[in-house]
């Protein structure tokens, strides 16, 4: 399964970012393989629909669960309609490996 | 400038509640028995210049973004829409285009790049504007965002498509706060930007965000303090080492706060201000002529 994870750096173990749209970087992990790798996100410094392409390259990447801090009306949206699940840090959690931990261990919050 | 033509003055000020709308609303009023006076209410998010000038609405048309209708028998998925969408308003999920109204600007760039002549471009209502004759002659009109609805950018250049000045009239808009789009949007095509602060660190930051722009859209500008007397010197410091003139002090009275709260002009609380806004005036067009390219 992809899982996308945000983050305020290009590693697994850096910090998570509690912004979607806004996040400076993805973490892309296939939960299988333990694979990850780092994707940019162009819309970090973006005017406006950040959320939106946010969704998109989730979509693209063709995640099945979204992590992050918060997602906005147009991100949950268009993540919905991809039908890509959102959840959301828990307390405790401070990097993105916590946060697939955390998953894993099915203590995550479902969003909405 | 075409003599012909009329003149544009903008509004503006950076900071919110400097007093943009009780210069605009006096200016208009001062000049309306000697001009013909056309005016703009552009803070189409929070407009008030109707509180001062009581227009009454005679004409009524409704502001609209031209958004995508995505027809998906003819779609081929191509995606070619969502890459060319500068502003995001489009996703392509799934087997499916989305569209999210409230990021489309219009643009139009999605049904241009169709290769497959799936999309058909459908009216949103996002506000109205209005218009009508409002005191001492002056030719009214504002726009009205819907509330909920984020972009005011469009509404304003419909405003101002829609109610044109006549050749050899005063145009006055009342500007957004702020320095961002909608702001950028009533000054083009200005001829001259009168800037409102205040003597507050606040006023003054915003005041200098405001003239980076003018300074890129090579619009020239002087400057009214209003509610001189408070804060510090620190405006007058910066505008005295820039070309911006000031050009009025208006200075902080309660009764003059206590009027205006009241739906009064700063006319009907002190008349000696007609005065000084028509020599203002004088002063404006002076700067104008000599802005001239010869």
């Known amino acids: 399964m992809i899982l996308i994870i945000s983050s305020q750096q290009a590693d697994i173990n850096s910090p998570v970012d509690n912004r979607f749209g806004r996040a400076q970087w993805f973490i892309k992990i296939d939960s299988d393989t333990k694979k990850w790798e780092a994707l940019t996100n162009p819309g970090v410094n973006q005017r406006g629909g950040a959320g939106v392409a946010a969704a998109q390259i989730a979509a693209n990447n063709k995640a099945e669960v979204v992590i992050s801090g918060d997602f906005g009306p147009n991100a949950s949206g268009a993540l919905n309609a991809a039908g890509i699940r959102m959840m959301t840090f828990d307390q405790g959690i401070s990097t993105v490996q916590d946060a697939l931990d955390h998953f894993t261990q099915g203590k995550l919050t479902a969003f909405g | ?294």
């Open chain 2, 1 to 294: 400038m075409d003599k012909d033509q009329a003149i544009r003055i903008v509004v503006a000020s950076g900071k919110g509640g400097t007093g943009k709308t009780t210069v605009a609303t006096s200016l208009a009023l001062s000049l309306a028995a000697q001009e013909n006076v056309w005016f703009l209410d552009c803070d189409v998010e929070a407009p008030n210049g109707h509180l001062f000038l009581n227009p009454k609405i005679e004409a009524e048309r409704k502001a609209v973004v031209l958004i995508p209708r995505i027809d998906m028998e003819k779609c081929i998925l191509c995606g070619r829409c969502v890459e060319v969408c500068q502003y995001h308003a489009l996703a392509e999920i799934g087997k499916s285009i989305l569209v999210f109204p409230q990021l489309c600007h219009g643009c139009g760039s999605c049904t241009w790049n169709c290769s497959s002549k799936a999309i058909k471009e459908i009216r949103n209502p996002i506000g109205v504007l209005e218009a009508g004759l409002a005191k001492k002659g002056i030719n009214f009109a504002h726009g009205v965002l819907t509330i909920s609805e984020p972009m005011a950018t469009p509404i304003i250049r419909q405003l101002k498509k829609w109610h044109k000045p006549e050749d050899g009239s005063v145009m006055i808009l009342d500007a957004p706060p702020g320095a961002s789009c909608s702001v950028v949007e009533t000054l083009h095509g200005a001829n001259f930007a009168l800037l409102v602060t205040e003597p507050t660190p606040f006023g003054l930051h915003d005041l200098k965000q405001v003239i980076g722009i003018l300074g890129d859209m090579k619009i020239p500008a002087g400057v009214i303090i209003n509610r001189d007397g408070i804060g510090d010197n620190q405006v007058d410091e910066f505008l005295s080492q820039t070309e911006f003139p000031i050009l009025m002090r208006i200075p902080y009275s309660t009764q003059i706060a206590g009027a205006i709260a009241a739906g009064n002009t700063l006319l009907d609380v002190s008349p000696e201000y007609i005065m000084e806004f028509q020599t203002l005036f004088q002063k404006i067009k002076n700067i104008i002529a000599e802005n001239e390219p010869c």
